[in-house]
T-cell receptor, first 114, second 114 residues
Framework: SQQGEEDPQALSIQEGENATMNCSYK?????LQWYRQNSGRGLVHLIL?????REKHSGRLRVTLDTSKKSSSLLITASRAADTASYFC??????????????FGKGTHLIIQP | NAGVTQTPKFQVLKTGQSMTLQCAQD?????MSWYRQDPGMGLRLIHY???????DQGEVPNGYNVSRSTTEDFPLRLLSAAPSQTSVYFC?????????????FGPGTRLTVT
């Protein structure tokens, strides 16, 4: 069953704008991870935020986590054409860290218009 | 490091045929997983392994077998292919560093069962 659900399902913005996508989950978590998938490729890990963290930055990425609302958001600032991809949130199964695999949402498909 | 490698990249099977999807990693990771991705869906966990000789079922294990005789290799066997197994298959590996499990994905195998 799907733990995380991303919103929106699809997002199209102009190059240079910021892109925000959200993830909601159902049960308690150890950490939440965001992955990027370019068309026809494998997933690439972007960032991991632990359950005791509220915000984390990595380059142009900013992730927030609100455990009271069971939600996370991924912000990509100053978007580029190369950011066009699908973005997935993932959590460890049964509230674990992820050693026994991850549960993924259905993803947000982001299109950056030149 | 090659990271996680998967072979073949593409495969077409007839219903009832069997085959093995190969996965290897050269990062000395303890944990390995197999996922399938269907159109418009996130990844779903098929089987996982927390070390050589130890495997367990994920969310959608029916019709698949795995074994882990070495740390490096984690093959996925389709016993009798069915059209419902048409999908893209991803292998991933991770290590406990430091207690949170970022996953490294292979490029995927696109399987069509006719």
């Amino acid at each position: 069953s799907q733990q995380g659900e991303e919103d929106p399902q699809a997002l199209s913005i102009q190059e240079g704008e910021n892109a925000t996508m959200n993830c909601s989950y159902k049960t308690s978590i150890n950490n939440l991870q965001w992955y990027r998938q370019n068309s026809g490729r494998g997933l690439v890990h972007l960032i991991l935020i632990r359950s005791n963290e509220r915000e984390k930055h990595s380059g142009r990425l900013r992730v927030t986590l609100d455990t009271s609302k069971k939600s996370s958001s991924l912000l990509i600032t100053a978007s580029r054409a190369a950011d066009t991809a699908s973005y997935f949130c993932a959590t460890g199964r049964d509230g674990g860290g992820g050693a026994d695999g991850l549960t993924f949402g259905k993803g947000t498909h982001l299109i950056i218009q030149p | 490091n090659a990271g996680v490698t998967q072979t073949p990249k593409f495969q077409v099977l007839k219903t009832g045929q069997s085959m093995t999807l190969q996965c290897a990693q050269d990062m000395n990771h303890e944990y390995m997983s197999w996922y399938r991705q269907d159109p418009g869906m996130g990844l779903r966990l098929i089987h996982y392994s927390v070390g050589a000789g130890i495997t367990d079922q994920g969310e959608v294990p029916n019709g698949y077998n795995v074994s882990r005789s070495t740390t490096e290799d984690f093959p996925l066997r389709l016993l009798s292919a069915a059209p419902s197994q048409t999908s893209v298959y991803f292998c991933a590996s991770s290590n406990r560093d430091p207690g949170y499990y970022e996953q490294y994905f292979g490029p995927g195998t696109r399987l069509t069962v006719t």
